[in-house]
Structures are given as structure tokens and as C-alpha cells.
């Protein structure tokens, strides 16, 4: 079997073992891992379904931008059922991308770094992301995209940013299955964590990962653009952006949001 194919089994093995019952759906290549999640969840798939792919055709990003998923990269997606008003629900994109670093610096030992709202980079480089979409009952799909095993030469180039791999950065091959259930296990804990009292905890996490604290930017969203200093970031993953004329303003993680540094 192909080193980019994980099967059922294999992931099974490497499940962490908390609060959520994981069921797990694995396919060769389908368009959209999220595609296939919202499917599920509208026919009534319980929180904790895992839609994994070894490629997708139709993989997407925010601002419907293609997202290329070639066989090496970690492609799939989670059937979520918080119970969460849907203007705190938008954070849980950020609790996602704090995971999906934090999987990153200790698997592969990297230098990963969130550039707000949810996409991972190591060394300017993006390396991961997720994306939250709603589907039927409240109900949330989480898409997460990370280039693992991908050549240097194989990346995706986008226009828009220059992507890199953990195989890129460390030359050493790893355990698809083994790192899925590391991205699982540090998002299991934040999930829970972002529903319940110690949502707070999570902003100590992303001032300690960002690359957007203190840096001039241009928020792109439904309705203009907002320019100044980021501040810092409310607990529904809301950006604090303080103004040329002192005043702050927030920005939710929603919709087609975007964010340049301003250089």
C-alpha cells in the first residue's frame, strides 16, 4: 500500500482515548473531506465522525480558494455538535489551528507559529490550516489540511502563499496514522476546554504561537477593511485590531475573513 494511504485500522490504533467516540470513515480520494463530513452529519452522524482521505480533488479554503491535496498531506474532517451560540461556535477554528501547531512542534520538532484565524506556518512558510463550516442542527464540520509527507518539490504553489511540509523541514518521513492521533488528542482537550471555563487558557496559547500579535495588518471581511495594530484576541476567537486612532475593533473569524502583515 502506498506510504500516503492510511487505513481504518491504522488510525484506529492511534484514537486518544477521551471524551469524544471517534468513528472513523476512510477513503482513497473524494472532492472534499468537508463534503463528505456535512453529508454524514446530515443524516444524522454523531459528533466525532472522522472523514480521512489520502487526496481530494475538490479540497477548499477560505474565500472558496482551491486547497491542493496531493497523497502524503493529512487531509479530513470532524462532525461536531458543541451546543454553542453560533457567535462563540466561530472560535473553535482558532482552538483548531492551536491544535493542529501544537501537533506540529511535537511531532516533527518545528518552529510552528499561527497566522490568525487558522492557518499554521514554519518559517513564513504555510505548513497546515482548518477551516469551519456550519451544517444542519447546529451542527459544525472542522476541515483540517496539513502537508506531512509531501517533497519539497511536490508542494502545492499557490499564488497566494508558499506552502512547505514536515518532510520539507526535517527530511525524515512520519507516521500518518501516529500524527493524526496527535493532532486529535490536542484538539480533543481544546474543544472541551473552549466549551467550559478554561476557554480563556486558550488566548495564552495563541499570544504564545502568533505571528500576528503586534503586527500591522489589513483585516479583510464581509463589509470593508480594517487597518492598525493587532491587540489581541477575545475568547470567541474574535482579533482585537487597534486603530490609527486609538480606538479597537474586533474581528470574528467568519465568513470570508482575511489578514495580510503589513511590511
Given at each position: 500500500m502506498s506510504p500516503g494511504v492510511i487505513t481504518e485500522d491504522e488510525i484506529r490504533a492511534h484514537l486518544p482515548s477521551g471524551r469524544i467516540d471517534w468513528e472513523v470513515r476512510a477513503?482513497?480520494?473524494?472532492?472534499?473531506?468537508?463534503?463528505?463530513?456535512?453529508?454524514?452529519?446530515?443524516?444524522?452522524?454523531?459528533?466525532?465522525?472522522l472523514v480521512?482521505?489520502?487526496?481530494?480533488?475538490?479540497?477548499?479554503?477560505?474565500?472558496?480558494?482551491?486547497?491542493?491535496?496531493?497523497?502524503g498531506g493529512l487531509w479530513f474532517s470532524v462532525v461536531l455538535r458543541p451546543h454553542l451560540p453560533p457567535e462563540m461556535a466561530s472560535g473553535l477554528s482558532v482552538a483548531a489551528a492551536i491544535a493542529v501547531a501544537r501537533a506540529v512542534r511535537d511531532t516533527g520538532g518545528l518552529d510552528a507559529r499561527i497566522k490568525w484565524p487558522n492557518d499554521v506556518h514554519?518559517?513564513?512558510?504555510?505548513?497546515?490550516?482548518a477551516m469551519l463550516e456550519s451544517a444542519p442542527d447546529q451542527t459544525l464540520v472542522l476541515g483540517v489540511g496539513i502537508d506531512?509527507?509531501?517533497?519539497?518539490?511536490?508542494?502545492?504553489?499557490?499564488?497566494?502563499?508558499?506552502?512547505?511540509?514536515?518532510?520539507?523541514?526535517t527530511g525524515r518521513r512520519t507516521d500518518l496514522a501516529a500524527f493524526l492521533g496527535r493532532v486529535l488528542a490536542e484538539f480533543e482537550s481544546r474543544y472541551f476546554r473552549y466549551r467550559g471555563p478554561e476557554r480563556g487558557t486558550l488566548i495564552d496559547e495563541w499570544r504564545e504561537l502568533?505571528?500576528?500579535?503586534?503586527?500591522?495588518?489589513?483585516?479583510?471581511r464581509a463589509g470593508g477593511v480594517v487597518e492598525g495594530t493587532v491587540f489581541g484576541m477575545e475568547d470567541d476567537g474574535g482579533l482585537v485590531v487597534r486603530l490609527a486612532d486609538g480606538r479597537h475593533e474586533k474581528v470574528l473569524p467568519i465568513g470570508d475573513v482575511t489578514l495580510e502583515v503589513v511590511t
Open positions: 477513503f482513497g480520494t473524494v472532492g472534499s473531506t468537508s463534503d463528505v463530513a456535512q453529508r454524514l452529519a446530515a443524516s444524522g452522524a454523531p459528533e466525532g465522525t480521512v482521505a489520502s487526496t481530494q480533488t475538490t479540497g477548499r479554503g477560505r474565500r472558496g480558494n482551491a486547497w491542493q491535496s496531493p497523497e514554519v518559517r513564513g512558510r504555510k505548513i497546515g490550516g506531512v509527507n509531501i517533497a519539497r518539490d511536490d508542494l502545492p504553489r499557490p499564488r497566494w502563499y508558499e506552502a512547505t511540509s514536515v518532510l520539507a523541514e502568533s505571528v500576528t500579535l503586534g503586527q500591522q495588518v489589513v483585516v479583510g
